[in-house]
């Protein structure tokens, strides 16, 4: 995967989220770190095609996101720190109406590793912020997408949920699906990540290999 910014600027009224931030870099895993505010969240709704930049360019594998953002929806899923979910719908209901909308059948296998069995008549919008999170994983992973965008992916998990999903993920990249993800979980990202890129209020200040940026991974 090769992730070009060119110039990028985003604000939201007269803050910029993302401040002529500029990097080419080219890795299978990417890891997005930094402080509150420092711009993660923005950083990947602007490659995940969610929001678009007010100045400069992003390219995904030589690919302008906002010209052709068709071409790469059709290859990524993106899980946003508070995904949308059904919440009037069961679980079970959730993964079958997102299945017929992805065109994809959902990972028994990835359930059972969560420990997360979505049977019962309990709505979503019932179930605790660790179910939820298992929920959204599951969609998120449905269809076996070629790049996965994921924001905080392990926020609510237990240990043992979040030792599975890392687990799973590595097995992705073995299978040479490409991630970008923003994680405070560093010490997991340390053996799937080949890059950091570091941000602090909206600007670029480290992008370089994992083992490089050892004095960062605390952000």
């Not at 290859?75 to 065109?103: G, H, Q, W």
């Not at 687990?167 to 405070?184: D, F, P, Q, R």
């Amino acid at each position: 995967m090769r992730l070009i910014f060119e110039h990028v600027t985003k604000k939201f009224a007269q803050t910029k989220a993302i401040d002529d931030v500029t990097f080419d870099v080219e890795a299978s895993c990417v890891a997005v770190v930094g402080g509150n505010a420092a711009g993660k969240s923005t950083l990947l709704k602007l490659i995940a095609t969610v929001l678009k930049p007010d100045e400069g360019r992003v390219i995904l594998n030589g690919i302008d996101v906002v010209k052709h953002a068709h071409l790469i929806r059709k290859d990524l899923s993106y899980l946003p720190e508070e995904p949308a979910l059904m919440d009037t719908l069961t679980a079970r209901d959730n993964l079958v109406l997102f299945s017929k909308i992805k065109k994809a059948d959902y990972s028994e296998e990835l359930l059972r590793s969560l420990r997360f069995e979505p049977n019962g008549k309990k709505l979503v919008k019932n179930l605790s912020k660790g179910s939820r999170r298992k929920l959204s994983l599951c969609i998120a992973l449905l269809g076996e997408p070629k790049i996965l965008v994921l924001d905080e992916p392990t926020s609510g998990l237990d240990e043992e949920a979040k030792q599975a999903f890392w687990s799973h993920l590595s097995t992705l990249k073995e299978k040479n699906v490409a991630m970008i993800i923003a994680t405070h979980d560093m010490e997991e990202m340390k053996k799937l990540a080949d890059f950091v890129i570091v941000l602090d209020r909206g600007r670029l200040v480290k992008i370089e290999s994992l083992n490089s940026a050892a004095s960062y991974i605390q952000l």
